[in-house]
Antibody
Framework: QVQLVQSGAEVKEPGASVKVSCKAS????????IHWVRQAPGQGLEWMGW????????KYAQKFQGWVTMTRDTSITTVYMELSRLRSDDTAVYYC????????????WGQGTLVTVSS | QSALTQPASVSGSPGQSITVSCTGT?????????VSWYQHHPGKAPKLMIY???KRPSGVSNRFSGSKSGNTASLTISGLQAEDEADYYC??????????FGGGTRLTVL
C-alpha cells in the first residue's frame, strides 16, 4: 500500500537548520511529485514547494526561496526538506504529500513531523 | 501568491447544510477547475474530500460536494454530522508551478 513515512520530531535552536525526510513506498517513486506543507500552531496550512523525484527539479514558494532546499535520493525512494536559519516562528508540523503527475490534488500524505525551534 | 480567502468559521446543526467559500483570482481559482478541498482534524494528516472542483474520491460521502462560480469555489456539506467538525482548506494551482492554500475554515457542528 502507498505510504509516506516521515522522520521523527526535532528540536532545534534558532539559527540552526533542520532536515526532514519522507520515505515513499508502495508506488512508482518517480511518478508523483512530492510537495511540502507546514502548519504552525494555530495557523492554517501553508504550501512550501515541490520536488519532481524523477528529475530533481524543484519549485519553492516565494516566501521560502533561498531558505528551503528540497532534494531526493532515488536509491532509497526518499525526499528531503531542509530549512535553514530557523526562527521560532518556524515551529510547525511539516507534511509531505504526493500529487499524481498531471493531476492537481494530494492523494496521500505523510504523518507529519513536528519541528520545534526554541532556545 | 496570496492565500485564498475563506471564512474563518462556519457552523450548523446536525442535519443542516453549510457552504464554505474559497475566493481567489483569475490566476488560480478562476483559471480552471483545479481546486481541491481537504478536511483536517488536529494531529492527523489532511484528507482529500473534493478534487478538480467537484469530483469526490472513492470513499468520501456524497454529502460533500464542490462547485465553482467565477473566482470563487465552494464546498457544501449536507446532512451535517458530528464527525464533520474539522478544519477545511481549499487548495489551488496558481500557475507557473506555484500552488496556494486557503486560510482554512473551522466547521463547528452545534
Amino acid at each position: 500500500q502507498v505510504q509516506l513515512v516521515q522522520s521523527g520530531a526535532e528540536v532545534k535552536e534558532p539559527g540552526a537548520s533542520v532536515k526532514v525526510s519522507c520515505k515513499a513506498s508502495g508506488y512508482t517513486f518517480n511518478g508523483y511529485y512530492i510537495h511540502w506543507v507546514r502548519q504552525a500552531p494555530g495557523q492554517g496550512l501553508e504550501w512550501m514547494g515541490w520536488i519532481n523525484p524523477d528529475s530533481g527539479a524543484t519549485k519553492y514558494a516565494q516566501k521560502f526561496q533561498g531558505w528551503v532546499t528540497m532534494t531526493r535520493d532515488t536509491s532509497i525512494t526518499t525526499v528531503y526538506m531542509e530549512l535553514s536559519r530557523l526562527r521560532s516562528d518556524d515551529t510547525a508540523v511539516y507534511y509531505c504529500a504526493r500529487i499524481p503527475r498531471g493531476k492537481y490534488y494530494f492523494d496521500y500524505w505523510g504523518q507529519g513531523t513536528l519541528v520545534t525551534v526554541s532556545s | 501568491q496570496s492565500a485564498l480567502t475563506q471564512p474563518a468559521s462556519v457552523s450548523g446543526s446536525p442535519g443542516q447544510s453549510i457552504t464554505v467559500s474559497c475566493t481567489g483570482t483569475g490566476s488560480d481559482v478562476g483559471s480552471e477547475s483545479l481546486v481541491s478541498w481537504y478536511q483536517h482534524h488536529p494531529g492527523k494528516a489532511p484528507k482529500l474530500m473534493i478534487y478538480e472542483g467537484s469530483k469526490r474520491p472513492s470513499g468520501v460521502s456524497n454529502r460533500f460536494s464542490g462547485s465553482k462560480s467565477g473566482n470563487t469555489a465552494s464546498l457544501t456539506i449536507s446532512g451535517l454530522q458530528a464527525e464533520d467538525e474539522a478544519d477545511y482548506y481549499c487548495y489551488s494551482y496558481a500557475g507557473s508551478g506555484f500552488w496556494v492554500f486557503g486560510g482554512g475554515t473551522r466547521l463547528t457542528v452545534l
